[in-house]
């Protein structure tokens, strides 16, 4: 195992523990709101704060870029080749409900580019990893995309809009085209584990809109080392600047790409175009 994805990987385990401990009494933990539906908890920030020392410790000279403290650059460094990109807990609102779904997510970027990731879900024991080159594994075992080469047969996973609610009449259209063109849609919560969930096969394929860097950094290295493609709706690589993301096998992500570029950000007027086979 590369160094990095090794500190990446003890840094993620450590916060899952903080994560598994606090879940046991989860109607203790006390929750602020940073703005509609956007949670934040103790416990997120018990589990940035031990990522941060665990990564900062091995590597001072590096950047980091988390969830609840924003950017930091290392004392005496303007800029570093390296920027750890972290979600403490993506999936906060599953976590305060008790429901299972949700994980860690270290993403290390080298000049921008994904490097190293660790996407580690507590409640299950499942630690997500890949190094660029040398491919994406589940708990050490190798792991694909699918092969579904129809959008029919492929089972898409999804994010509603929940903090900008403007988006929703535009979403439920995609939705509603989606629902049409897929065998099923899933909603689980947490959009860091969704993309792991592609790289391992449980998905063929997963959008979503008004995403942040943390919530993606790690899951687009899995996704590209399984075997799989990532961009925004329009299929280009552009979905770390807009949020905006578009990932599943080769095939799923062609026909997905054929149905929501008349939705995505690089088109001022989006418009219905259906999907023709």
Not at 70 to 76: D, I, L, R, V
Not at 131 to 140: M, P, Q, T, V
Not at 238 to 259: D, H, I, T, W, Y
């Amino acid at each position: 195992m590369h160094p990095m994805l090794n500190i990446a990987v003890k840094a993620a385990r450590k916060a899952g523990s903080i994560i598994n401990r606090a879940s046991m009494d989860v109607d203790l933990v006390r929750v602020s709101r940073k703005q509609h539906n956007d949670f934040v908890t103790e416990v997120d920030r018990a589990a940035e704060a031990a990522i941060i020392e665990i990564i900062s410790t091995a590597y001072p000279e590096h950047a980091i870029l988390a969830e609840e403290s924003g950017q930091s650059w290392a004392e005496g460094e303007e800029q570093s080749e390296f920027t750890w990109v972290i979600d403490p807990l993506d999936g906060t609102t599953n976590f305060i409900h008790g429901f299972p779904q949700y994980a860690v997510s270290i993403g290390l970027l080298h000049k921008g580019v994904p490097s190293q990731a660790v996407v580690y879900d507590p409640t299950r024991d499942e630690l997500f990893t890949a190094s660029k080159g040398a491919g994406a594994f589940l708990n050490n075992r190798r792991i694909r995309v699918t092969r579904r080469d129809k959008l029919a047969d492929c089972l898409i996973g999804t994010g509603f809009p929940f903090r900008d609610l403007d988006g929703m009449d535009e979403y439920l259209e995609i939705f509603s085209l989606m629902t049409r063109s897929c065998a099923g849609l899933r909603r689980p919560g947490a959009a860091a584990l969704d993309l792991a969930y592609v790289a391992c096969g449980r998905l063929d394929g997963f959008f979503e809109t008004g995403l942040k860097p943390w919530d993606m950094a790690a899951g687009m290295l899995l996704i590209t080392e399984a075997g799989g493609l990532v961009g925004n709706y329009a299929g280009e690589s552009r979905q770390m600047e807009q949020g905006e993301v578009l990932a599943g096998n080769p095939k799923a992500f062609a026909q997905m790409v054929r149905l929501l570029t008349p939705f995505s950000l690089d088109n001022a007027k989006p418009k219905l175009k259906p999907i023709q086979d």
